[in-house]
C-alpha cells in the first residue's frame, strides 16, 4: 500500500499511518499544485532559490503553513548542500529560512526536533526526502538526500542523532521514504556508483543494469532504505513510495525531466502544540 496518500483538495501527500497512530503529528510532501484562493489548481513551487518571484513562493509556504495548522512564523528550513550534517533545532531557531535565503539554518541537509510547534520542511525535485519519526521520545526529522547526501549516510546520521541527543533505540525509530526519481529514470555512471557501492553492504539491492557501457539504474529509495536498516531500524518501520517524481511529471517537479528547469516540493513534519 502506497503510504503517502493524496489530498485532492490540498494537493499534498500525507503519511496517513503516521498521523493517525499519533495524535498531533502532521506529516507530508507537497506536490506541483497548489490552491491560491481559487477552484482551480496552480503551480506551487516552495523553493526561493530557483529564480521564482519571492512573494509568490513566500505565499506558497504562507499556505501550506496554515493547511497544517501551523502558523508560518514557525517554518524553519536549510540550506541544502548535498551533504550529511543534521541540525538539531530548538525552539529559539524556529521560523529559520521561511522568508529568505538569507536566514536559513547553514550547511545543512536534515533536521530534527522534540519541540512542539516546529515546523520542518526540506526542497526537492527528485532528491530522496526521508522522514524520521521515534514515537516514544517524541522525536522528528526530515533529510535530504540526493546521490551525494545518501552515499555519505546522511540516513545513518540522522539516526546516530537521536541516539546521541535522544537516547533512542534505532528499533523505536520508523523511516518514511518519499516522492523521488526512481530506478526507472535514474542512470548513472561509475563515477556515482564507485561511491554507492560503499554506502551499504547490501548495496547490490539498489542497482539495475543499464544498456549503456559503464552506466547503471540506481534506486536511491532502496539505497536510503538499506542503509537505514543497516543503522538498526527494523524493516518493518521503513515505508517507501511508489511515486517516481520524473514519471509522474504531472505531479510533481522533476530536476531531470525539466531539463534543471523547474520549481520545488517541500516535504514537512511538525508536531501541533497541544493545549494545556
Known amino acids: ?46 523553493g526561493l532559490h530557483v529564480g ?30 548535498h551533504g550529511n550534517k543534521v541540525t538539531k533545532i530548538s525552539a529559539g531557531q524556529m521560523g529559520a529560512g521561511r522568508d529568505s535565503l538569507e536566514s536559513v539554518i547553514t550547511n545543512t541537509d536534515g533536521l530534527y526536533t522534540t519541540e512542539q510547534g516546529v515546523f520542518l520542511t526540506s526542497f526537492y525535485a527528485d532528491c530522496v526526502p526521508l522522514f524520521f519519526l521515534d514515537p516514544i521520545r517524541n522525536a522528528i526529522g526530515l533529510a535530504h538526500a540526493g546521490w551525494k547526501g545518501t552515499v555519505s ?25 518519499g516522492p523521488s526519481i526512481g530506478a526507472c529514470c535514474y542512470e ?12 551499504a ?35 518493518d518501520h521503513i515505508s517507501t513510495t511508489h511515486y517516481c517524481t520524473s514519471c509522474r511529471n504531472d505531479l510533481f517537479f522533476s530536476h531531470r525531466k525539466d531539463r534543471g528547469n523547474t520549481g520545488r516540493m517541500a516535504s514537512f513534519i511538525g508536531w501541533k502544540e497541544q493545549a494545556t
Open 1 to 46: 500500500m502506497e503510504p503517502f496518500q493524496l489530498n485532492n483538495t490540498t494537493h499534498t501527500l500525507h503519511l496517513k499511518k503516521w498521523e493517525s497512530a499519533y495524535p498531533g503529528l502532521t506529516a507530508g510532501f507537497t506536490t506541483r499544485w497548489g490552491i491560491q484562493n481559487t477552484d482551480s489548481p496552480q503551480m506551487c513551487n516552495m
Open 52 to 81: 521564482d518571484d519571492p512573494n509568490h513562493v513566500i505565499k506558497n509556504r504562507q499556505q501550506l503553513a496554515d493547511q497544517q495548522g501551523f502558523s508560518f512564523e514557525t517554518w524553519t528550513c536549510a540550506d541544502q548542500i
Open 153 to 177: 549516510l546522511i540516513g545513518r546520521e540522522m539516526i546516530e542523532a537521536f541516539r546521541r541527543e535522544y537516547q533512542s533505540n534505532p528499533k523505536d525509530i520508523y523511516v518514511a521514504i
Open 188 to 199: 548513472v555512471d561509475e563515477r556515482v556508483m564507485q561511491q554507492a557501492r560503499t554506502a
Open 201 to 235: 553492504s547490501s548495496w547490490e539491492q539498489a542497482v539495475q543494469p543499464s544498456h549503456k557501457t559503464s552506466h547503471y539504474m540506481l534506486d536511491l529509495r532502496r539505497l536510503n532504505q538499506v542503509i537505514v536498516e543497516e543503522a538498526g531500524v527494523p524493516a
